[in-house]
């Protein structure tokens, strides 16, 4: 079992920054593809970023250019770099892998 657990989540207003991490422990015997999800009051879980094991991105349009996944995998640490954060990204944010889930980060942006 890989246990997984978010931090970097706070209160932010428009424009402003904020850096997630997610560190895995546990039985981690291979390197996964990692993600982060978001989830916001009333709406289902969504796809934020993705990388694979070799370092490849995937971001969803509503955040390409403003968020930056990246890894440490000496670490078994995934990062969310989210800059010029609007009040739509307010949401609780899991991390993803070796099919398990993070309990969540809540980020919230507002004035």
């Known amino acids: 079992q890989v246990q997984l657990v978010e931090s970097g989540g706070g209160l932010v207003q428009p424009g402003g920054s904020l850096r997630l991490s997610c560190a895995a422990s546990g039985r981690i015997f291979t390197i996964s593809a990692m993600g982060w999800y978001r989830q916001a009051p009333g709406k289902q879980r969504e ?9 490849s991105r995937h971001y969803a349009d509503s955040v390409k250019g403003r968020f930056t996944i990246s890894r ?16 739509e990204d307010t949401a609780v944010y899991y991390c993803n892998g070796w099919s398990n889930w993070g309990q969540g980060t809540q980020v919230t942006v507002s004035s």
């Open 47 to 55: 796809l934020v970023a993705t990388i694979t094991s070799g370092g």
């Open 72 to 87: 440490d995998n000496a670490k078994n640490t995934v990062y969310l770099q989210m800059n010029s954060l609007k009040p």
